[in-house]
């Protein structure tokens, strides 16, 4: 989802593609990825460069936001020559590190401004941040705009509690919850559900 921050990649929204049998709902990516790294992830590059992660973790990441195998930049990493002195290697050495580096510090807060949310950024996903992201895709300029039914459904009161457990499929896990994904009411219920009517209303507003 966070590629299309970077300035020379947003002209990009309108041609690309996203799975999203292996994406994370809005909210739930919102609230619990957006602007942070894999772990295992960083992990695992630390291995292949000779770097202590147990040294370097704290001076990267915030404590305050560990959670779902996912990490957190500090804001004092505010550039890559820092970003690279406390890793001790060249930048040359780190084009892999920098790439996640740039597409994931503030990644947040880049987004509530290309938003144009007003205020100041907020942990929480609610409605109006939802109505906002979906809104921004209709105005694409591409040919076709398929949104996840499961965003869509977040306009409603259909789903209850941590959006995380209405993620689709987790990739590289074995458990029951993949591909078990029910909506909790018939077909005949949705299309009598008021959400309907406010889909409507957003893609006449976006010309589709």
């Not at 790294?37 to 000779?50: I, N, S, T, W």
């Not at 941590?162 to 074995?174: E, H, L, M, S, W």
Request: charged content about 30%; overall charge positive; glycine content about 6%.
């Amino acid at each position: 989802r966070h590629d299309f921050l970077r300035p020379e990649n947003y002209r990009l929204l309108s041609v690309a593609a996203l799975s999203t049998h292996d994406t994370t709902n809005w909210p739930a990516w919102w609230e619990n990825e957006a602007g942070t790294v894999d772990e295992d992830l960083f992990k695992r590059k630390c291995a292949e460069r000779g770097i202590n992660y147990n040294l370097v973790q704290g001076k990267l990441f915030s404590l305050k936001f560990l959670g779902r195998g996912r990490l957190r930049w500090l804001e004092d990493i505010s550039s890559v020559d820092i970003l690279a002195g406390i890793l001790g290697k060249r930048k040359e050495e780190l084009a892999d590190f920098i790439d996640i580096y740039l597409n994931t510090y503030k990644e947040k807060e880049k987004l509530w401004k290309i938003l144009g949310m007003d205020g100041r950024m907020k942990e929480a996903c609610d409605k109006k941040l939802v109505v906002a992201i979906l809104a921004l895709t209709l105005k694409a300029q591409s040919v076709l705009c398929i949104q996840s039914l499961i965003d869509w459904l977040f306009l409603s009161d259909v789903f209850k509690g941590d959006a995380y457990q209405y993620r689709i499929n987790t990739p590289g896990t074995v458990s029951d919850k993949n591909w078990s994904l029910v909506i909790p009411l018939a077909l005949e219920d949705l299309l009598k559900h008021k959400v309907c009517g406010e889909i409507k209303k957003m893609v006449i507003a976006a010309h589709r």
